[in-house]
């Protein structure tokens, strides 16, 4: 499975976009990326997916570049509740479909 | 709908004993459950990865005798960590991915429970 970085920690003021980063240079063309968040002792919620195309739904956008070597998830107006750790995944379209976590991103959104 | 829980939320118990934790897809059923631990500050680490009705494939360090998996029906899958040691204490989560082709959806997205925290004293 193709490895993730992303910068450890983030900090965005409430009511602003939040944009975080993900490098996945070694993704191939059969694997999905996806995105999940963490907040404090709970299980990691589902945000998002794609494979090539730019992907938005109720709670973020998705931004996957071209070459597909990178992404930018896209919190559009942050809350304080928003506040989290942040994985982006890259996860096989087929075989055990299981997910390897990085180290993630923890956005802190300020009052 | 994709609703997944874990039972207990939280246990704590005594070096030696062994606990149970149960993982359960409450609105679809799940071809596939993963096991996850996770330390303090630290990310997710996978531990096993459980189909119904065969045995766990354990990730490489994971001793499969000591956290013994059982998925039993396509609704449940229990972690038994067996004679536990302060060592084991930790955040066990769990997540289960549909049926392919059933609801709630067909992209093989996993959904997780809530964690269980264990502690050993």
């Known amino acids: 499975d193709a490895k993730t970085t992303q910068p450890t920690s983030m900090d965005c003021a409430e009511g602003r976009a939040a944009n975080l980063p993900c490098n996945h240079s070694?993704?191939?063309?059969?694997?999905?990326v996806y995105w999940y968040r963490q907040i404090h002792s709970q299980g990691p919620q589902y945000i998002i997916h794609g494979l090539k195309n730019n992907e938005t739904n109720e709670m973020a956008s998705l931004i996957i570049t071209e070459d597909r070597k990178s992404s930018t998830l896209i919190l559009p107006h942050a809350t304080l509740r928003d506040t989290a750790v942040y994985y982006c995944?890259?996860?096989?379209?087929?075989?055990?479909?299981?997910?390897?976590f990085g180290t993630g991103t923890r956005l802190k959104v300020l009052a | 709908g994709a609703v997944v829980s874990q039972h207990p939320s939280w246990v704590i118990c005594k070096s030696g004993t062994s606990v149970k934790i149960e993982c359960r897809s409450l609105?679809?059923?799940?071809?596939?459950m993963f096991w996850y631990r996770q330390f303090p500050k630290q990310s997710l680490m996978l531990m096993a990865t459980s189909n119904e009705g065969s045995k766990a494939t354990y990730e490489q360090g994971v001793e499969k005798d000591k956290f013994l998996i059982n998925h039993a029906s396509l609704t449940l899958s229990t972690l038994t960590v067996t004679s536990a040691h302060p060592e084991d204490s930790s955040f066990y989560i769990c997540?289960?991915?549909?049926?392919?082709?059933?609801?709630?959806?067909?992209?093989?997205?996993?959904?997780f429970g809530p964690g269980t925290r264990l502690t050993v004293l």
């Open positions: 070694t993704i191939s063309g059969n694997e999905y």
């Open positions: 609105d679809f059923q799940a071809t596939t």
């Open positions: 995944i890259v996860r096989l379209t087929s075989g055990t479909y299981k997910y390897i």
């Open positions: 997540s289960a991915r549909p049926r392919v082709g059933g609801r709630p959806s067909s992209y093989n997205e996993q959904f």
